[in-house]
């Protein structure tokens, strides 16, 4: 079934480490995104992808970074985090076309000590 | 820059009955597209339900509807016959042109209540 996988659930991790959070989609989707959401908050954009090797900063300053080798897959990493990073971070991803309809990961909740 | 504004931080609705949520949206564009999606607690967000900004009739599915007042600058969404399983943080959101990127509100919190 088509869908988009987002991992780990839940993460909690000491200030300094590196962590990266997964996100692949299996619907053939060019287009994928970051959205850093606090909780019962908007949504903010961080980082978008049209394709593969084409990677953008959003609308929020993000100290994360993407890379987007494969179609399928978008993962964000963090070099150095830090407490100001908990946050939840969703993974979407959408197709070209008229209002396009964007499909959600289940989110990755992180917490930073 | 385009803004998308839900007043409404929080609602609550007895089941059963039908309960609106309000949003507004600034844009000097004449063609774009709106959408409300649906997050429920612990689960991933989905669409509900999109517009697009030259069709004139109300987009409606199954108990959702919109009323889509464009020189207003009005997207409210209608949930008619209101049930639990509609407990959820709903979001408003805009995308300018096709291609380009979302912008959401802040979110309604919306509590259906047995």
């Known amino acids: 079934e088509a869908d988009i996988y987002q991992t780990p659930r839940y993460l909690v991790i000491g200030t300094g480490k590196k962590i990266t959070l997964e996100c692949s989609q299996t619907?053939?989707?060019?287009?994928m995104y970051w959205y850093q959401q606090d909780p019962g908050m908007e949504l903010h954009l961080i980082h978008y992808s049209y394709g593969v090797n084409s990677t953008e900063k959003g609308d929020l300053s993000s100290e994360s970074t993407v890379s987007r080798i494969r179609t399928e897959h978008f993962p964000l990493t963090l070099e150095s985090a830090r407490p100001s990073h908990t946050s939840q971070y969703l993974c979407?991803?959408?197709?070209?076309?008229?209002?396009?309809?964007?499909?959600f990961g289940s989110g990755t909740q992180l917490s930073v000590l | 820059a385009q803004t998308v504004t839900q007043s409404q931080p929080e609602m609550s609705v007895q089941e059963a009955e039908t309960v609106t949520l309000s949003c507004t949206y600034d844009t000097s564009e004449s063609n774009y597209y709106l959408f409300w999606y649906k997050q429920p607690p612990s689960r991933q967000m989905i669409l509900v339900i999109r517009q697009e900004a030259y069709k004139q009739q109300n987009a409606t599915e199954n108990r959702f509807s919109v009323n889509f007042q464009k020189a207003a600058k009005s997207f409210s969404l209608k949930i008619s016959d209101s049930q639990l399983g509609d407990t959820a943080m709903y979001f408003c959101a805009f995308q300018e042109t096709s291609g380009s990127r979302l912008t959401f509100g802040e979110g309604t919190q919306l509590t259906v209540n047995p």
């Open positions: 619907m053939g989707h060019d287009k």
């Open positions: 979407a991803s959408s197709e070209w076309g008229e209002a396009e309809k964007l499909f």
